[in-house]
């Protein structure tokens, strides 16, 4: 119990916001009990001693073939999947608050107006929310729709596309007033859009918030605070963007940033 609220207390004074030492992530076997045995399952660990700590207010990009485990390191920040050796005296475990936005690989749509999608049930502040709209750039997409932002979608409404779809979704995430945001790799439909949202979310509407992008837009690399690159389920390199681009093994992710028009990335080819 001291040596918690020793770690709190550090984590606070150094302005940490989520510090994961030697933490396994996985899925929890299952007890199956019959009329005759009993049988416990065995745990999956995904992610095997993951040592991760951000400060608060920092920009991570996370990079990483697919498969290699960037969608487990966001899930472990929700607690979608359990800490496993939670009873292990080596690791530590933090996150500074559970006030987290989240906007996920495969972006959803409630019934109801495009406006009701954004807001999701928080208070309206026309001001922010104009702004939103504005860095999704959703707002030509209002024009064209007779009732702009109080069309109908959802299964009852009208048909979208998959990119306002998704602009629609990182809206919502965006708009909701979060500690921690999480943007899980924005499908390829917004990529001639996700690099304004990027910058928008890091100079105006989400300056000072802890933001953790797993994305393939490399142009914004620069601005991260930190590069994560995932492989294999672990994290194979954690360094600021000098140190990332020093990296030989990194320079085909370099060169994509001087010819955006490369559309292949070496590391996220099949995302
Ligand atoms: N909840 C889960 N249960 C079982 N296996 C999982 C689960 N989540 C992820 N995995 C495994 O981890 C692999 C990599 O997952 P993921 O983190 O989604 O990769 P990425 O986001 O880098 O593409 C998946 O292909 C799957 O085999
Ligand atoms: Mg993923």
Known sequence: MEI?????LYSI??????????????????EIRTKDEFKKTEDKVLLKELDLTIKNGYLMAILGETGSGKTCLINSLLRNLELLNRNSPDKSYYIFSNNISYACQAPWIMNGTIHDNIIFYGNFDKEKYNQVVNACQLDKDFENLKHGDFTEIGSTGNNISGGQRARIALA?????????YLFDDPISSVDSYISKIFHQARVNLLKDKTRIFVTHDTRNLKYSSRVIVMNHFEIEFNGNYKQFSGKEEYKDIIDEQSHPEKKELKLCKND
């Open 4 to 8: 918690f609220i020793t770690f709190i």
């Open 172 to 180: 919502r995430a965006i708009y909701k007033d979060a500690d921690i």
């Open 13 to 30: 004074a150094n302005n940490i916001a989520i510090d994961f030492k030697k933490c396994d992530f996985g899925i929890k076997g299952e």
